[in-house]
């Protein structure tokens, strides 16, 4: 499992804009490189292999304020790490993807928390929190039906 945490300047919303053709502004650019060349330090630093399997993706969002804003930060995050290599191949491995936002506050730095895990290793259904992975046993057994409940 790798995990590493990016400062908030380097989430950007995909805003490419299409003028004949699409065009990724710098801010866009710039946060794309930072990201990855930290998902590449925190790879190398944890010896971390380049993934050939599919993958899961968590990422923890603290906000710097409580502004609306547009939160599709997906796009630019999975990009940088592509581009700039050393943790996947293709970001079309990442076959498990969750987000979670947590409200800004006081004291707490603005950024996220960016947790990427080989699915072939985690037989148990993963339950992410802040970065850590815990494991629960899921349940195949039918749900027992309400007393009175109405078919149909």
Do not use: H
């Amino acid at each position: 499992m790798l995990t590493f945490t990016v400062p908030w300047a380097a989430l950007c919303s995909d805003n490419r804009k299409f003028k004949f053709r699409f065009v990724l502004s710098p801010q866009y650019r710039a946060a794309k490189l930072l990201v990855g060349t930290i998902a590449k330090e925190a790879a190398k630093k944890a010896d971390w292999p380049l993934a050939v399997v599919d993958l899961g993706l968590y990422v923890l969002v603290r906000e710097p304020d409580r502004r609306r804003r547009d939160l599709n930060f997906s796009k630019n995050l999975k990009d940088g790490i592509t581009d700039v290599g050393g943790v996947w191949v293709d970001d079309r491995q990442v076959r498990d993807e969750r987000w979670k936002f947590d409200p800004a506050e006081k004291g707490k730095a603005a950024g996220a928390i960016i947790t990427i895990w080989r699915l072939d290793e985690l037989a148990d259904v993963g339950v992410l929190v802040a970065g850590a992975v815990r494991t629960r046993r899921v349940s195949t057994t039918a749900v027992p039906r309400r007393k009175g409940a109405r078919d149909g």
